[in-house]
């Protein structure tokens, strides 16, 4: 069954701490995405990748990192520098960066 | 780069009318407009997408409407159900560039 798999489903940080979100997908998608989503508001992008190994920062990059090693897994991390982290974090993906995005579950995240 | 603007932000309706949400967009080499429904706590979910050499699409309930020379494009939901309350997405791209997303409409249908 084909999809796009976001983990944890719910993750905590502590003061100072780094975390890594999941993302992974099986649809030979080339493009992949990072989404911040607060309560009872849009979608603002936080990284897209065109293509293994390339990535491009978006609108609220800062205090976030990924990595493209592979097509099929763009991990995000929420670094200690991301001072109000507490978010619903979406992942997406499409066949090209024109595409119809297909989305994760999401990972939710919130500060101990 | 594109932007699209979204209305209404809100909307509420009682079961069984009709709901328009309607999109614009800057950029006219864009081709390509998917409506996406959010479901509370959960991930979007494509619904229906028309692209530039259309003026209308139609599933079921649902319909999107494009007019290209003023650059809007809209969502008509009929005979809305509760089950259609939602936050409701537009978009727009073109090749090589990704989804430009709307501010999202946060659709209540009152039984």
Redesign the interface.
């Known amino acids: 069954d084909g999809g796009i798999t976001q983990s944890p489903k719910y993750l905590f940080r502590k003061e100072g701490q780094n975390v890594t979100l999941s993302c992974e997908q099986n649809l030979n998608h080339d493009?992949m995405?990072w989404y911040r989503q607060d309560p009872?508001?849009?979608?603002r992008l936080i990284y897209?990748s065109q293509i293994v190994n390339d990535f491009q920062k978006g609108d609220i990059a800062e205090g976030y990192s990924v990595s493209r090693e592979k097509k099929e897994s763009f991990p995000l991390t929420v670094t200690s520098a991301q001072k109000n982290p507490t978010a619903?974090y979406?992942c997406a993906s499409?066949i090209?960066?024109?595409?119809?995005?297909?989305?994760?579950?999401?990972t939710r995240l919130s500060i101990l | 780069g594109e932007n699209v603007e979204q209305h209404p932000s809100t909307l509420s309706v009682q079961e069984g009318d009709s709901a328009v949400i309607k999109c614009t967009y800057s950029d006219s080499a864009s081709n390509y407009f998917p409506w996406y429904k959010q479901e509370l706590g959960k991930r979007p979910q494509l619904i229906i997408d028309i692209r530039s050499n259309v003026g209308e699409k139609k599933d079921q309930r649902i319909a999107v409407t494009l007019n290209k020379t003023a650059k809007h494009f809209s969502l008509h939901i009929t005979e809305t159900q509760p089950e259609d309350s939602a936050v409701y997405f537009c978009a727009a791209s073109n090749a090589g560039n990704m989804l430009t997303f709307g501010g999202g409409t946060r659709l209540m249908v009152k039984p």
């Open positions: 493009a995405y009872g508001q849009g979608l897209y619903f979406l499409s090209d960066l024109g595409g119809s995005q297909h989305f994760g579950d999401g």
